[in-house]
């Protein structure tokens, strides 16, 4: 769950950009899986209400289509032009949303892979219509609630879900257990928040200064396991110290050259 604070400073972006919650936080989302993966060709999947008509809505039924969305995260481009260059594409996705998910697929995909999904293999959401309580829809004497639930299959790689409650933005990640840990997908996220921390406090900042460690993690990888310092005894000179040495363990190869 992310904090008040940085809730409210990402929904300040948003609104300055232009641009809607989805679009950052999936933009946010593809920097931290280039990083992760150190590609460039970044493509997530989102599903879609698929009713572009006002006769639709409010009918009972599935309409949900499936977005493909690409993008190019490049390193030294700025977040502020991967964010737009994002909403261009989501815009885009949007006013093609009618075309059947199946038919892209048989457009663009020549050679099939049944180990994994077409097009994608890491899907994004955000659920932004919850009250923050137990009913989501009230229709007279029926009344729409949510209910908890255990999936024991993961559709895709990754599912990056995203809820806002009460301002407040939840996250909630699905993944396939027999490629990630549960514990590397926490650290995923903690990182996907520390990269949101940073991304609102400098919008224009390169894509690859972009940090996602925390202050923990960053002192650990650059001070704590690059600790290889060894203090050895000055009034000993480098032949006493390979004396000793010897002493220690006779038997031991010291030096092979050329097979001997």
């Known amino acids: 769950e992310l904090d008040a604070a940085l809730s409210a400073s990402i929904h300040k972006v948003c609104q300055k950009e232009g641009v809607t919650l989805f679009m950052f936080l999936l933009s946010a989302f593809k920097v931290l899986l280039s990083r992760y993966s150190g590609q460039e060709d970044i493509c997530v999947g989102s599903s879609i ?4 008509q006002s006769e639709l809505e409010g009918m009972i039924g599935f309409f949900v289509n499936t977005l493909a969305l690409r993008s190019n995260v490049v390193s030294t481009s700025s977040f502020k032009a991967l964010l737009d260059d994002v909403k261009t594409t989501t815009l885009a996705g949007y006013d093609h949303q009618l075309v059947p998910f199946e038919k892209v697929v048989d457009r663009v995909v020549k050679t099939r892979d049944m180990s994994m999904t077409p097009l994608f293999q890491v899907m994004f959401d955000l659920q932004n219509t919850s009250k923050g309580d137990d009913v989501y829809l009230d229709l007279g004497d029926v009344k729409v609630s949510s209910y908890d639930h255990t999936s024991g299959t993961s559709q895709f790689d990754l599912t990056l879900n995203a809820e806002e409650i009460d301002g ?3 996250l909630d990640m ?3 257990s027999a490629l990630f840990d549960g514990s590397t997908i926490e650290r995923m996220l903690v990182h996907y928040q520390e990269l949101l921390h940073s991304v609102v406090n400098n919008i224009d900042q390169q894509i690859g200064s972009i940090s996602i460690l ?9 001070s704590g396991f690059n600790a290889t310092a060894v203090a050895y005894p000055l009034e000993k000179t480098v032949v006493d110290l390979f004396t000793s040495q010897v002493a220690l363990t006779p038997e031991a190869t010291a030096l092979v050259f050329e097979g001997v």
């Open 49 to 52: 209400a698929n009713r572009t």
């Open 168 to 170: 407040v933005i939840v």
């Open 174 to 176: 699905e993944y396939c």
């Open 214 to 222: 925390p202050v923990g993690e960053r002192e650990q990888l650059l």
